[in-house]
């Protein structure tokens, strides 16, 4: 396959409408997957894996039963599945948000998996219950195929990007609230307590980290965007120097970011991300005094 068939453009303008109802399909499945599984750190349970097909909740428990949920960019679907081998399908196709809400509660409902959720998107300013959206009805298939397309290449990316690091790591995946993809470090420190914070956001920074992701852009950013931060920020750390080339600092958001288009149309667009990701890691490592020779698989002492 060629790069640019791997790496499609993601045109901000063409495909936001979809981007915004897949935005709120997918927090309503990921709200499911909240309110079912188990309270693992960092809310690592509750995140989408990317699969083969599309993007996939873990195994949720509910009863005596296990289900998944999946979305299916490929057949263009919403696929249920029961631990039993029963199962059930809703379109991926253009509809309100109300209508695919209720499809997918009724669905549960019919296989004996009724869950209860809240029903206020998080994370986008002015939220609309689930149920009464009728704003947000855009679904094109070319687009929303072009988008799981890309998280495909960056999943098999950062995976291979975080291999050498053998402290605690993340896994690879998709989180539906700021709708991005994502891979975290941790240096094994406490980090300084954030008091101000909601529960969650002090849960999920409760230990030192060197992140790195992928978003697909808002608003007041309209380009989808790698970006790398690292949390609590060390002294020095917006001004190092980072590959490749096209990479910045954005000091509003407290990042480095490298625009999606310079690397689908880099020459190896592979190598462009493997560099971000380990030059914006070395960044955050190195200038908060990481233990490295403890943490990393190629400076770990011969033989161990």
């Given at each position: 396959m060629r790069a640019m068939e791997s790496w499609p453009a993601l045109p901000y303008e063409a495909w936001k409408d979809t981007y915004a109802t897949l935005h709120m399909w997918s927090q309503i499945v990921g709200k499911i997957a909240l309110a079912q599984a188990p309270p693992i750190n960092h809310s690592w349970a509750i995140a989408l894996q990317v699969t083969a097909r599309g993007l996939q909740t873990r195994a949720l428990p509910h009863g005596?039963?296990?289900?998944t949920i999946a979305f299916d960019f490929i057949g263009h679907q919403l696929v249920i599945e029961r631990s039993d081998g029963e199962r059930r399908v809703v379109p991926l196709e253009s509809r309100t948000v109300a209508d695919f809400y209720h499809a997918v509660m009724a669905s549960l409902s019919e296989m004996a998996?009724?869950?209860?959720?809240?029903?206020?998107?998080?994370?986008?300013?002015?939220?609309?219950?689930?149920?009464?959206?009728?704003?947000?009805?855009?679904?094109?298939?070319?687009?929303a195929n072009?988008?799981?397309?890309?998280?495909?290449?960056?999943?098999?990316?950062?995976?291979?990007s975080r291999c050498g690091f053998i402290g605690k790591c993340s896994p690879v995946h998709f989180f539906w609230g700021s709708f991005d993809l994502c891979v975290t470090r941790f240096s094994g420190r406490r980090a300084p307590p954030m008091?101000?914070?909601?529960?969650?956001?002090?849960?999920g920074y409760s230990h030192e980290v060197s992140s790195v992701g992928w978003w697909p852009g808002d608003e007041t950013t309209p380009y989808a965007a790698f970006y790398s931060y690292s949390a609590p920020e060390?002294?020095?750390?917006?001004?190092?120097?980072?590959?490749?080339?096209?990479?910045?600092?954005?000091?509003?958001?407290?990042?480095?970011?490298?625009?999606?288009?310079?690397?689908?149309?880099?020459?190896?667009?592979?190598?462009?991300?493997?560099?971000?990701?380990?030059?914006?890691?070395?960044?955050?490592?190195?200038?908060?005094?990481?233990?490295?020779?403890?943490?990393?698989?190629a400076l770990a002492r011969p033989g161990a």
């Open positions: 005596s039963w296990t289900f998996l009724p869950v209860k959720i809240w029903s206020v998107p998080a994370e986008v300013p002015s939220p609309i219950r689930f149920e009464q959206d009728i704003i947000h009805h855009t679904y094109d298939p070319e687009y072009r988008f799981w397309r890309i998280l495909l290449q960056i999943e098999r990316v950062f995976t291979a008091p101000q914070a909601d529960p969650v956001t002090r849960e060390p002294a020095g750390f917006g001004e190092a120097t980072v590959r490749p080339r096209a990479a910045f600092y954005d000091r509003t958001a407290s990042q480095f970011r490298l625009k999606y288009d310079d690397v689908r149309t880099a020459p190896e667009p592979r190598q462009a991300v493997l560099d971000f990701c380990q030059s914006t890691y070395e960044a955050a490592a190195n200038l908060g005094s990481w233990n490295r020779s403890e943490l990393e698989r």
